[in-house]
Nanobody, 121 residues
Framework: VQLQASGGGLVQAGGSLRLSCAASGGIFSINDMGWYRQAPGKQRELVAD???????NYADSAKDRFTISRDNAKKSVYLQMNSLKPEDTAVYYC????????????????WGQGTQVTVSS
């Protein structure tokens, strides 16, 4: 597994969760990282992403409630989710755009295995 996501779970509406995703040694260098989610019967959608320099981008549904961050030294990305709503229920996937070895531009997509987030009303 090249990207390992964790931190999902069951939480009541209004609660918080923090998702983490770490890249393994199989990914040599990483450019952009992000979080996506997929609810039952829906397409996978972007939640937030962050460039290697820390510039962030959020879906409208995530603005003012979620915060994405990363630790380049640890090849990790995080998603702090506050004020969770039942409509946030989904499997959350982390993604990294990287390269498997030196000398290759970081342009390959790597996906984590997904972590379930369930928000009860």
């Amino acid at each position: 597994v090249q990207l390992q996501a964790s931190g999902g779970g069951l939480v009541q509406a209004g609660g918080s969760l923090r998702l983490s995703c770490a890249a393994s040694g199989g990914i040599f260098s990483i450019n952009d990282m992000g979080w996506y989610r997929q609810a039952p019967g829906k397409q996978r959608e972007l939640v937030a992403d962050i460039t290697i320099r820390g510039r962030t981008n959020y879906a409208d549904s995530a603005k003012d409630r979620f915060t994405i961050s990363r630790d380049n030294a640890k090849k990790s990305v995080y998603l702090q989710m506050n004020s969770l709503k039942p409509e946030d229920t989904a499997v959350y996937y982390c993604k990294a755009v990287g390269a498997p070895r030196p000398g290759i531009l970081p342009s390959r997509d790597y996906w984590g295995q997904g972590t379930q987030v369930t928000v009860s009303s």
